[in-house]
């Protein structure tokens, strides 16, 4: 695959980020994330696992403009995703796990809605679905995810998976 067609793929990841279309990724697109992922679960924003999933989207979101927001105007833009992150973070992908951990970690105690510490691969297609992702995706990806195919998913692999997507870009 040349670096034209790498960087086209890695640009259409960005859709992801930006939760409200407007062309760039900000602080409000992290906490609109949060604040869908608490509607779905019925959580509180001021809870102790709601406060935690907005501490790790603030996380998230600083890490990702460390790395991307060339201009420092606290927005990425399409091109400085393609630019600053794909060029950083194809080489280092457990770089951009780590940033993304905090609030993928916080997610999935969201998720757990009885406080067990494990995450149902059900839950896992609803906090997917509650981020943008196609229900019938959702479901492949949560299946995916469930390494031991025991209906629950650990927050390494979903680390690991979350990583990849965005760094590691498949042909075809």
Known sequence: MDSAEYERKIAHRFAAFDQDGNGY???ADFSSAAAR???EFSTAARSERGQALYSGAEAFWQ????????DGDQRVTRSEFVGGAVKR???NPERFA???????RA???VADEDGDGVTET???ERALQALGADPHVSVFVAEALDEGREGRVSEDAVVAAFAR????????
Not at 63 to 70: L, R, T, Y
Not at 98 to 104: G, M, Q, V
Request: net charge negative.
């Open 25 to 27: 990724i900000d602080r």
């Open 89 to 91: 973070l194809r080489d």
């Open 165 to 172: 997507y965005f760094t590691v870009v498949e042909p075809g």
């Open 107 to 109: 997610a999935l105690a």
């Open 63 to 70: 890490g990702m403009a460390g790395i991307a927001d060339v």
């Open 37 to 39: 992922l608490l509607t």
């Open 122 to 124: 059900t839950a896992v």
């Open 98 to 104: 780590e940033i993304a951990r905090p609030f993928l």
